[in-house]
């Protein structure tokens, strides 16, 4: 059963016809809208428990038709982990990372990705163009392989390294450019009319956010259908915080939460280097003004401005959050902190949502006895640059200092 009834603009909610490819409405992004009576008539939480564990095991609050129409690489569920020692760190009851890095890509970029290309090639859609700040490259180029459509990528030079090469290997034309996101975006813009591809970027078609709701949806059923009380997401673009937060309204609509209307804050996390939603949650704002000179280690993090920076903020006031930036200087140490004491393979995107939980529990503006999950949106064996180190070395032909090994 398909339960799709219509597009709608997140900006003043004009409705948009779903069975034709669109993009945007008055330059902002849209919302994939269900017929959810019909759904709650259909199905139970207790029958998704039965059905393998993937993302698409959610198929009535999907967006695909048939399932002749999936392009998968196996996007099992991610675990969600609970981190004791990381939790004594910052004297709390609680604490758990769903670990987004153990998706077919190595990021959270494969769940968005994996609909929006299933989506893309259903609607007849055999070539696509995106702007890429790091994973959503390479994931684009994989899914699109295969699903065996052409595809074009287009990053910024200092891109990470492991980023680049990805894209190339699973057969994208990948290009770099020298200026930031926006910039490689507008390249995709404007060869729209000469190269025939379709904008793939993020949030210019309706159908990433609904692959990244599943990790909201993941979460609920995790938790026994009871949501945490703080949720800390790394945002640059905001597809998954934006995903998130449509789910939990969405199973609230459906009357599957234990506690109605109980939703976790959603804490948007960004560096000091690149910080436009932060900004702009501090000025009360609710558009972001373009952040000048962007610049940090944490690459998914630098996107200078969203088009969906209305749909984050209005998610994170709704949810009673807020949008912090954290010590660009910090990021690299609060990584390899919860690496070495939970062994979780963490991206710096992550590594600073550890730093704005440190200043939040300083600032009591988290409890110790609250229950709280941070995303780690990608794998650290990703970022070769950040993860850079001298190690020790040992002469094989001088004896060993056994007691030195220990300092």
Same mark, same amino acid.
């Given at each position: ?9 997140a900006?003043?909610?004009?409705r948009?016809? =779903?069975?034709?490819p669109q993009?945007? =409405?008055?330059d902002r ?6 017929? @959810? *009576? ?8 207790d $029958?998704?428990k039965n ?5 698409w095991r959610?198929?009535?609050l ?5 399932e002749?129409d999936?392009?998968s @690489?196996?996007?099992?569920? +991610?675990p ?5 020692? @990381?939790?004594?760190?910052?004297? &709390?009851d609680?604490?758990w990372? /769903?670990?987004?890095?153990q998706?077919?890509?190595g990021?959270? /970029? ?7 290309i299933t989506?893309a ?5 055999r070539r696509v ?14 899914y699109?392989a295969?699903a065996?459509m052409?595809?074009?990528v287009f &990053?910024p ?5 492991? %980023? $680049?090469?990805?894209?190339? !290997?699973?057969g994208?034309?990948t290009?770099r450019?020298?200026?930031?996101i %926006? ?5 995709v813009r404007?060869g ?5 591809w379709?904008?793939?970027?993020t ?7 609904e692959? /990244? /709701? ?10 026994n259908w009871?949501l945490?009380?703080?949720?800390l ?6 597809t998954g915080?934006?995903g998130?937060?449509k ?5 609230h609509a459906?009357?599957w ?5 109980k939703?976790?804050?959603?804490? +948007? ?19 972001a003004?373009p952040f000048?000179?962007? $610049?940090?280690l944490?690459?998914g993090?630098?996107?200078p ?5 209305? &749909?984050? @903020? ?5 949810s009673?959050?807020?949008a912090?930036?954290v010590?660009?200087?910090q990021?690299?140490?609060?990584m ?5 004491? *939970? ?12 730093g704005?939980?440190? *200043? !939040? ?5 988290i409890?110790?006895d609250?229950r ?19 190690l020790?070395?040992?002469?094989? =032909?001088?004896?060993i200092?056994w *007691?030195g090994?220990?300092?």
């Open positions: 059963m398909h339960y799709v009834t219509h597009l709608e603009s900006l003043d909610g004009t948009l016809d =779903h069975n034709v993009t945007l =409405h008055r992004p849209l919302w994939v809208r269900y017929d @959810l *009576e019909a759904i709650a008539r259909t199905v139970s939480p $029958q998704w059905r393998p564990q993937t993302l959610y198929r009535e999907l967006p695909y038709r048939n002749a999936v392009v @690489l196996g996007e099992n569920c +991610s969600l982990l609970a981190c004791p020692r @990381l939790a004594e760190t910052f004297q &709390m609680q604490l990372v /769903k670990d987004e890095s998706l077919p890509t990021s959270f /970029k494969s769940r968005g990705l994996a609909m929006a989506m090639r259903a609607l007849g859609i163009a995106l702007p890429t700040a790091g994973n959503a490259g390479g994931a684009a180029a994989a699109a295969r065996g052409e595809c074009f &990053m030079e200092d891109t990470p390294v492991i %980023n $680049q090469y990805e894209c190339v !290997l699973f994208a034309r290009f450019v020298n200026g930031l %926006n910039d490689c975006g507008r390249i404007e729209q009319a000469a190269m025939g379709f904008d793939l970027s949030l210019k078609e309706p159908y990433r956010i692959g /990244k /709701k599943t990790m909201g949806l993941e979460l609920a059923e995790q938790m009871e945490p009380d703080v949720i997401y790394p945002t640059g673009g905001g915080l934006i998130m937060w789910a939990f309204q969405e199973l459906l009357g939460l234990k506690i109605p209307g939703f976790p804050r959603m804490i +948007s996390v960004q560096s000091s280097g690149c910080a436009p939603i932060a900004t702009a949650f501090a000025r009360g704002e609710r558009f003004t000048p000179n962007a $610049q940090t944490a690459s993090l630098r996107v401005v969203a088009i969906g920076d209305f &749909m984050i @903020l209005d998610a994170v006031r709704a009673g959050g807020q912090v930036a010590d660009e200087r990021i690299r140490d609060w390899q902190l919860a690496m070495a004491r *939970e062994g979780i393979s963490l991206c710096p995107e992550t590594g600073a949502c550890l704005a939980l440190k *200043e !939040l529990r300083s600032q009591g503006a409890r110790a609250e709280v999950v941070i995303f780690n949106t990608g794998a650290a064996q990703k970022y070769v640059e950040v993860m850079h180190t001298e020790r070395r040992i002469d094989q =032909h001088q004896p200092d *007691e090994l220990q300092g």
